[in-house]
């Protein structure tokens, strides 16, 4: 019985190794047909991107590339993959493996991407990377950095801000124009947002308060909402929330104290958070779709824009803001008309938003 | 007569303990692979397509090695690095009974301790810095681990609660460290690039005639190798091994024999936090030459190295060859991405059932033990007979 056991055993350890020699031979076979089984013949064109720790769903920076690339797949009928990452490490494992498939231009999703993305251009000279928030230095003429002007969306959100605190379409709002911004960290785009939201708060309402919070963390709801509170205590009666998952909890704060409105940041907020149409006023959003479009657009007319940080502003459409939604009968036409000149102005190089809090 | 037969006796429990403590494990991956295959078959994807592209993304493949490029292989030993050292930190603490959970504390103050000592040290050349950087990280895993040491020494504070909650607080004090003081200039979430001077050397630098391009590969795997074997020698030689193991075995006969739990515990679980801290300064050197901020890093080295530590059976020789595996896993997930369409997420479903099938060695023990009976008890009837 003993040998009955050891022969059970024998035939596991020779099953598992038939399964990895069969494996390992399939694997120089199949491969070939597979990818040319699913694109069609004549597209030889391959763009991809490589998600940071957050993975798509995240509805935010790896959605919102993805949505780019997908939507050069329909309008330029190129083969597009994306590969997510679980930690760190797989970064570099990821721009490899997609760079030695034949991908080009690869794009590499966040700021901890940099490292990864600077090593494997030098090895892979052939491939072209693009970085999202990644602002390189001296980038070789593989890499491009795509950049964005938060500062011209925030610019907007504090015009709204800044007339709704003083207007009444809403019983939320307060007669002591004060105003407030919950940022994640004080990290360079966060501070773009900021002093955006108050440069343009203060240019249609010059004696508006902004108080500025910030949670020291992105993924902290219950801080979000502590901010939240404790701005709205201050007599806050818009806040805007440029923190990631903290910005949710102050989302939170605003719509149950029934004390102020929201205004969301990166995507269209209204779409993303759960019942938020009574209380989302609108979003700054940067246009990361817009931006990857644009490069592989480029990049597929032999023109890859590298060597460079890119950055997209309103005049490219890689930022802006989102439409009102539920708010729209409400919001008198002063703001959306404010709106339009300073997005006007801005585009034509009349204002120019400055990027840190004077 | 009778000796052939003890002798016989002797060969068949050698053969049973070598099968239980080699069998079982890789019997368990086996079985994980194979309930993992009928989870890709059954979202419709094709298995033999997917470990072969697992294999390839690990391993590479024979055209590449015959040009010198091992860079699959050296992303599998790359990964394998800090699994191996946080292998060896759990598995040590098993040893006493200790369930060092939190291990990943240790961890990033041994990265943070790297981090900032390689700015320091600079200046100075590689065959010194290095050392004292290592010897520094190791300090500050142990200075972790000392105080749920003490706890559990003098007051009896379970290891698993208070070594987790140190883990939490080191998490957030090395965020902070990172947000703050050793920020770097160029963006957040990151320590400044250290100086090429304490960088560990990668296999391509130290054997380039064999490793013609660039590989992941770094001296600090070959650190983790001769460490494991120390660690082995440790444990099997030395009074502290013995007491270690005593106490492990159980805690009141070793003190009975004169073993002083409270110093035993005190020990193992610092020398575990050393080696955890290993684990953090390994990658800060080796891989990252910077560290990140886990908080959005979230590598999570000294919670994979339990399962390290559990598929070795807390043996440190075998930590090697499980960190190996799970470094090859995790390396070939993405090329299963690309080329298979498989999610990533199967290579953990598959790791986790590795898990689950170690820890169901009780059940098949009791499978073993049920034979065993059965077939004395037939042997028995035939001498009746």
């Known amino acids: 019985m003993k040998k009955s056991f050891r022969t059970i055993c024998a035939l596991f350890v020779v099953f598992a190794m038939a399964t990895v020699v069969l494996a390992g031979c399939s694997s120089t076979s199949t491969p070939s047909s597979s990818t040319t089984g699913t694109t069609p013949p004549a597209s030889t064109f391959k763009a991809a991107m490589v998600t940071d720790i957050g993975g798509l769903g995240d509805k935010s920076f790896n959605d919102l590339s993805w949505a780019g690339l997908e939507k050069a797949k329909t309008d330029l009928g190129i083969e597009t993959k994306v590969l997510s990452s679980k930690s760190i490490a797989d970064y570099e494992t990821n721009l490899t493996n997609l760079a030695s498939a034949g991908f080009s231009p690869v794009f590499a999703v966040g700021f901890l991407m940099t490292d990864a993305v600077s090593k494997i251009a030098s090895t892979t000279p052939d491939t072209n990377f693009g970085g999202i928030d990644i602002f390189f230095t001296n980038p070789p003429k593989n890499v491009v950095g795509l950049n964005f002007k938060e500062q011209e969306a925030g610019y907007l959100a504090g015009i709204v801000a800044g007339l709704a605190t003083k207007a009444s379409f809403d019983p939320r709002l307060n007669a002591q124009n004060v105003i407030g911004f919950v940022g994640g960290m004080p990290i360079p785009p966060v501070q773009r947002y900021e002093a955006g939201f108050v440069a343009g708060a203060k240019s249609v309402n010059p004696t508006v308060k902004v108080i500025s919070l910030y949670a020291g963390k992105f993924d902290d709801q219950a801080k979000g909402k502590e901010l939240g509170l404790s701005l709205i205590s201050q007599g806050a009666d818009v806040v805007f929330a440029a923190a990631g998952q903290t910005g949710i909890g102050t989302f939170t704060a605003c719509q149950q104290s029934k004390k102020a409105l929201f205004i969301g940041v990166d995507t269209d907020q209204f779409l993303t958070l759960t019942n938020p149409g009574d209380t989302i006023l609108t979003s700054a959003v940067k246009r990361i779709d817009n931006a990857v479009f644009s490069v592989v657009k480029k990049a597929k007319d032999g023109a890859f824009p590298g060597g460079q940080n890119l950055t997209f502003g309103l005049a490219d459409d890689g930022v802006g803001i989102a439409p009102y939604h539920d708010f729209d009968a409400k919001v008198p036409q002063a703001i959306k008309d404010a709106v339009d000149k300073a997005t006007a102005d801005i585009k034509a190089g009349t204002v120019t938003v400055p990027e840190t809090l004077k | ?385």
């Open chain 2, 1 to 385: 007569m009778s000796e052939t037969h003890e002798a016989s006796v002797v060969r068949e429990n050698l053969w049973m303990k070598a099968l239980r403590t080699a069998g079982v494990p890789l019997l368990s991956v086996v079985l994980a692979m194979i309930i993992g295959s009928i989870i890709i078959k059954a979202s419709g994807m094709d298995p033999l397509l997917a470990w072969g592209a697992l294999l390839k993304g690990a391993f590479g493949s024979p055209d590449k090695w015959a040009a010198g490029n091992f860079r699959e292989f050296g992303d599998t030993i790359g990964r394998a690095t800090p699994l191996a050292f946080a292998g060896l930190a759990l598995a040590f603490g098993f040893r006493a009974n200790l369930f060092n959970i939190g291990a990943n504390g240790q961890l990033l103050l041994g990265s943070i301790t790297a981090a900032w000592l390689g700015l320091v040290l600079a200046g100075l050349p590689g065959v010194l810095s290095i050392p004292m950087i290592l010897i520094g990280s190791a300090l500050a895993g142990a200075a972790w681990a000392f105080i749920p040491a003490i706890l559990k020494a003098k007051v009896g504070a379970h290891e698993v609660i208070t070594t987790m909650m140190f883990s939490w607080i080191g998490l957030y004090l090395t965020s902070w460290i990172i947000a703050a003081p050793l920020k770097d200039a160029a963006g957040n979430s990151q320590t400044p690039m250290l100086a090429q001077s304490v960088w560990l050397p990668t296999f391509d630098k130290i054997l380039p005639g064999l490793f013609r391009t660039p590989v992941n590969a770094h001296l600090g795997f070959v650190i983790a190798v001769v460490l494991a074997v120390v660690v082995w020698w440790v444990l099997k030689r030395t009074t502290l091994g013995y007491g270690v193991r005593a106490v492990g075995f159980n805690q009141w006969a070793a003190q009975n024999g004169g073993i002083s739990i409270a110093k035993t515990t005190v020990y193992a679980l610092c020398i575990s936090g050393a080696l955890a801290g290993l684990a953090g300064a390994s990658e800060v050197l080796g891989t990252n030459h910077r560290m990140f901020d886990e908080v959005s890093a979230g590598s999570g080295f000294g919670f994979t190295g339990i399962a390290v530590a559990l598929l070795a059976k807390s043996h440190p020789v075998a930590v090697v060859f499980s960190a190996l595996l799970f470094g090859a896993l995790s390396a070939g997930a993405g090329m299963m991405q690309l080329t298979a369409n498989v999610s990533d997420r199967i290579i953990m479903i598959v790791q986790a059932l590795i898990i689950f099938f170690v820890g169901a060695e009780t059940v098949i023990t009791w499978f073993i033990k049920r034979r065993q009976k059965r077939a004395l008890e037939e042997k028995g009837a035939t001498d009746v007979a």
